[in-house]
């Protein structure tokens, strides 16, 4: 969102507002008087009229108001406040399951009290389920225009939130940094106007325009917001682009000894990724980019051949894996295919033996190993490479950012502004991936091309009445030579969900 300036000292912390009441809203993310007014209703109520309960209309959100006649605390089937109220000389039962001491003052017989909530036919006539109420005076009028709804949290009520709203929107400048050729061209109102507007909306706007949010006040935050964030990641690409790393210039020679000796040829999406690679690791500063593609469809041999540019240049390669079983796979291919390039590939994992693993560390500390594979052990504090120049993280998502950055800091040696290159594998676009992706942390490569003579992939969906018919059809398959592999949701038997185990 477009900075908003104030005019006195309303972007301090919330100093006007009490210390509980604070510590609230910054649960909810709220901390200037910037925060409170872009504080946007989730939705909006009608309470512009009162309902008797004959005409209320069943399975909708109602207001009525009547006098409290009756309130008391029912201990059984369950614990509950019931308050009857008196709306137009017909009762209504409100009933409250979860409930403050307090309220049984406050809901009083007596007190008259605007009610919100779906009014429903019970067996003993109208009642409400834990609904809204405000204490309200015999002459209160009612709101002229829809009234908003905020996100809020536990102990925060609607009003107290709305007032602090007020408050800031009266004491906040809202003037528009965006160049009026831009709005004009965009159709789009002022920005002021439209945070006010979506505070306060007019009752001749259609409730249905706010709801889905199609109005113009809401098109120009959208707008603001999408702006923020461009900006933000251009922000963040320039940061990057001030990082140091080693250039990794690409010589071939390895490489071409390594494509000559395999027994396939690179698919066009296998080259395409390896081209973007290539020349991100020749740049002087960090590649960050993440390798993406179908199970089988090749990335770890373009993997192998980024190492080998590193390689080429004096550098060291961490190849990581989340298990032991995926980081032991690449260790016999990378080893595979590298060894017979006199490049000395070592295994790190903590299931190695004392003398195993002190070979393996002296190995990468000495610069020995121009390639060390292995699980978490590879950023272990007594893990020292002698020049790390590009680290390749498989099914990266199941690490966590701080796991990553562990890793990449073995890099960074004395030089503190330098950090090796980063090369990330995944076979899913998971959601946290994408977002890394968004925020301009990755750039994306895909391999969307299997090799030629695979068997494309037929999915079916069979119902639990059918588990003999699979479970025969597996045993076909193994009894032809073929293999087969069967996931379980649960490893071990849960009482909370009924799914099957291993």
């Known amino acids: 969102m477009t900075r908003i300036e104030p005019l006195s000292d309303l972007d301090a912390p919330l100093s006007w507002v009490s210390p509980g009441v604070r510590d609230k809203l910054a649960k909810l993310g709220i901390q200037t008087s910037q925060d409170l007014v872009l504080h946007l209703p989730l939705r909006y ?11 209320a209309p069943l399975g909708q959100t109602v207001q009525v108001e009547g006098v409290v006649t009756e309130t008391k605390i029912q201990p059984r089937p369950r614990r509950m406040l019931l308050c009857t109220v008196d709306v137009r000389g017909e009762p ?4 409250f399951f979860n409930f403050y001491p307090s309220q049984l003052k406050q809901l009083s017989v007596g007190t008259r009290i605007r009610v919100l909530g779906e009014v429903r036919r019970g067996i003993f006539g109208a009642e409400m389920p834990h609904p809204r109420y405000r204490v309200v005076r015999d ?6 225009g829809l009234t908003p709804v905020y996100p809020t949290t536990a102990g925060l009520a609607q009003r107290t939130l709305t007032q602090l709203i007020e408050r800031a929107l009266r004491d906040t400048d809202l003037s528009d940094t965006v160049p009026d050729v831009i709005t004009l061209a965009l159709k789009l109102p002022p920005l002021a106007s439209s945070v006010r507007l979506l505070h306060t909306p007019d009752p001749r706007i259609p409730s249905n325009a706010l709801e889905d949010r199609s109005h113009p006040a809401w098109r ?13 990641m251009r ?9 140091r790393a080693e250039a990794l210039p690409h010589y071939e020679a390895l490489s071409s000894r390594l494509l000559a000796a395999l027994p396939f040829h690179l698919t066009g999406a296998q080259q395409r990724a390896w081209s ?31 190492a080998l540019q590193a390689i080429e240049s004096g550098a060291q390669v961490a190849v990581m894996a989340p298990t032991e079983i995926l980081a032991e796979q690449n260790f016999n291919k990378f080893r595979a295919w590298l060894s017979p390039l006199d490049v000395s590939v070592v295994w790190l994992a903590g299931t190695q033996t004392k003398a195993q693993r002190r070979e393996a560390v002296a190995k990468v500390a000495s610069g020995e190993a121009g390639v060390a594979v292995g699980t978490h052990a590879l950023f272990q504090s007594e893990v020292e490479f002698a020049r790390l120049g590009l680290c390749i993280v498989d099914e990266q998502h199941r690490f966590g950012v ?9 890099g960074t040696g004395q030089d503190a502004e330098s950090e090796p290159h980063q090369l990330m594998m995944s076979a899913t676009p ?6 890394m992706s968004f925020y301009a942390d990755l750039d994306v490569s895909v391999i969307d091309e299997l090799p030629p003579g695979r068997t494309p992939v037929v999915t079916k969906l069979l119902a639990d009445t059918r588990r003999e018919e699979v479970e025969q059809r597996i045993l076909d398959a193994c009894m032809q030579g073929g293999q087969a592999y069967w996931v379980c949701p649960l490893i071990e038997e849960s009482e909370a969900l009924q799914l099957k185990t291993a």
Do not use: N, W
């Open 45 to 55: 109520e009608d309470q512009t009229r009162l309902y008797s309960l004959r005409e």
């Open 92 to 95: 209504l039962q409100l009933r």
């Open 139 to 144: 002459d209160e009028a009612l709101p002229a």
């Open 220 to 232: 120009r935050i959208k707008f603001e917001e999408l702006l923020a964030q461009q900006l933000s």
């Open 235 to 243: 922000k963040h690409r320039q940061r990057r682009d001030s990082v």
């Open 276 to 306: 973007e690679i290539r020349d991100d690791l020749a740049r002087p500063h960090p590649m960050q980019r993440l390798l993406q593609g179908d199970v089988g469809c090749g990335k770890t041999i373009v993997a192998a051949l980024a």
């Open 402 to 410: 701080q796991q990553r950055l562990a890793l990449r800091r073995k």
């Open 430 to 435: 998971i959601p946290r991936t994408l977002a």
